[in-house]
């Protein structure tokens, strides 16, 4: 194997907080990247079933997201960025935000996933 091989199959990454709340809270045993791979599972199931959107909230939330970056917070409060948005009709912003308050984080950041932002 070569190293640049070895080094696509071993990466090296930057444990931010929340990754270093999942490591300090390691079974016995357990490894990081096992554990990480059993979350990358479940997000991998939990995007698998996005929202439904029409073409129109689809434009909306490309228009309103186009070259913003996805923080956590900004998912939080999604609803919110949409109501303040000019990308549209203004009661099509305001339906969309409606629909998109009562979604759970899990719903906006599949949403978030299957429109291809990262």
């Given at each position: 194997?070569?190293?640049?091989?070895?080094?696509?199959?071993?990466?090296?990454?930057?444990?931010?907080?929340?990754?270093?709340?999942?490591?300090?809270?390691?079974?016995?045993?357990?490894?990081?990247s096992?554990?990480?791979?059993?979350?990358?599972?479940?997000?991998?199931l939990a995007?698998?079933?996005?929202?439904e959107?029409?073409?129109?909230?689809?434009?909306?939330?490309?228009?309103?997201?186009?070259?913003?970056?996805?923080?956590?917070?900004?998912?939080?409060?999604?609803?919110?960025?949409?109501?303040?948005?000019?990308?549209g009709?203004?009661?099509?912003?305001r339906?969309?935000?409606?629909?998109?308050?009562?979604?759970?984080?899990?719903?906006?950041?599949?949403?978030?996933?299957n429109?291809?932002?990262?």
């Amino acid at each position: 194997m070569t190293d640049k091989t070895r080094n696509k199959r071993r990466p090296s990454i930057y444990l931010s907080p929340p990754l270093e709340r999942v490591n300090e809270a390691l079974r016995e045993g357990q490894s990081l990247s096992a554990r990480l791979a059993t979350i990358a599972e479940r997000y991998e199931l939990a995007c698998s079933q996005p929202p439904e959107l029409t073409d129109a909230e689809r434009q909306l939330l490309g228009s309103t997201l186009s070259g913003t970056l996805l923080e956590p917070l900004l998912i939080k409060y999604l609803d919110r960025e949409i109501e303040d948005s000019d990308a549209g009709d203004p009661s099509e912003l305001r339906d969309l935000a409606a629909r998109i308050r009562v979604m759970s984080y899990a719903e906006r950041v599949a949403m978030i996933e299957n429109l291809g932002f990262q």
